[in-house]
């Protein structure tokens, strides 16, 4: 048995803005009014899907090298690049969709997000990011906050929002649910070696 960084979930999803805002912390409201919702007007928001506009080659190419930006800098999970067509297999399915967020200053999407549509749950699986915006624009923010009312929107009951950047999901009224993983292993030598190994490095 090992732990494994903890999971975001939210919920309920139901209610408007101002019932959300209520259900969070004192200090987690005064963040979103401060730092979330005054760029609620600097983007624009389109939902890519199976059945609506055809995604372009060089537009997905753009998608994926936002995703590569944060896929390069992640530490909390060390993950393998997804191949390149995974954008282009997604949108052939009608479980899935492609947030983008164009900002209106530029005209360019600064970041996105591939959403898995289950039949009572929403869960924003995969982020890409231009990270000049990330502080300046709230680029990020602005990811997990239309994915929720995204979320609201389609009805689900609640919103899996995964690992990593626990306290930023969390001041969106998240809550953190452990996890963990058991592994079997064939070679019991090896094991106990590594385990010896780490026992050391612990004392050490």
Known sequence: RTSLPASLVYEPVDGDDEQWLARLSSKARVHQRKSVLPFDDA??????????RPAGDAELDHLYELYLAVQQRGRDLNSFPLPKRFLRDMLEHDSWELMTLTLRETGAVVAFGAHFVGARHYAPMIVGLDYDYVRSHGAYRQAIRNALRRARALGSKRVLLGMGATFEKQRFGAIAQE?????????????????????????G
């Open 43 to 52: 983007y624009d928001v389109e939902w890519l899907r199976r059945d609506g």
């Open 179 to 203: 996890r963990v993983a058991f592994a079997q292993a064939s070679d019991h030598y090896s094991a106990e070696v590594l385990a010896a190994l780490a026992a050391d490095s612990r004392s």
